[in-house]
């Protein structure tokens, strides 16, 4: 079965610097695709970033990167020069693309405050 | 602004009430799914429709239900409602199931926040 572990429920970051959001998955489909959603305050999702099993390059869109190290299973998101406006919560997230099914399963979430 | 449109934004009832929650997808998107975040349940996926169809189903309760109508927007339907009923229900849509992984990509609605008092 399909899952996501994310194990920091928060994370400090100062503005400006860089942070990272580990991600963990677990699945049996070779076929699969991980997703990056933040999610602030208002309570909107908001798409970050995509990277599919058979990628051969890291996702990159702006200031987010994954960081896809698939023999350890992991689909870190690494936002560089952090800003205020990136303070809410983040959810990875994954769909596998074989079983026909086309939910995506959530982590629980990493809280991140950015300070000044 | 994801493209996908859902109403109420807020409802408010109570206890053994019924309510319904509309989505509108993207324009173009055949799918559509639906998510219940809660504090004790996280995000977890309810029901998928593909161009008027049940595509899947994940932890919907049995008083719930939902459709997706020839205009393809999707109604969730939710009764005798509980207190732990409270979540904030995401509508989420996607172009189907053509195309490579890319064209899965599900765009979020801004979510409606049911309280059942």
């Known amino acids: 079965a399909q899952k996501i572990t994310q194990t920091q429920p928060g994370m400090f970051v100062q503005e400006k610097e860089a942070v990272t959001l580990d991600c963990t998955y677990d699945?049996?489909?070779?076929?699969?695709?991980l997703f990056w959603y933040k999610q602030p305050s208002s309570g909107e999702m908001i798409f970050l970033i995509y990277?599919?099993?058979?990628?051969?390059q890291n996702a990159t869109e702006g200031r987010y990167s994954l960081n896809f190290q698939k023999a350890r299973k992991s689909a870190n998101l690494v936002i560089s020069a952090s800003q205020l406006g990136d303070s809410a919560m983040y959810f990875c997230a994954m769909r596998e693309y074989n079983t026909g099914f086309q939910k995506l399963v959530f982590g629980t979430g990493t809280r991140l405050l950015v300070s000044p | 602004d994801s493209g996908v449109t859902q109403t109420p934004k807020h409802l408010i009832t109570a206890t053994g009430q019924r309510v319904t929650l509309r989505c509108s997808p993207r324009s173009g998107d055949l799918s559509v799914y639906w998510y219940q975040q809660s504090l004790d349940q996280g995000l977890q996926f309810l029901i998928q429709y593909y161009n008027g169809e049940e595509r899947a189903k994940g932890n919907i309760l049995e008083r719930f239900s939902a459709q997706q109508f020839p205009d393809l927007h999707s109604e969730l339907n939710l009764s005798s409602l509980e207190l732990g009923d409270s979540a904030l229900y995401f509508c989420?849509?996607?172009?189907?199931?053509?195309?490579?992984?890319?064209?899965?990509?599900?765009?979020f609605g801004p979510g409606t926040r049911l309280t059942v008092l």
């Open positions: 990277q599919g099993s058979y990628d051969q």
């Open positions: 699945t049996s489909d070779p076929s699969y695709g």
């Open positions: 989420a849509s996607s172009v189907g199931l053509a195309g490579g992984p890319r064209d899965n990509e599900q765009f």
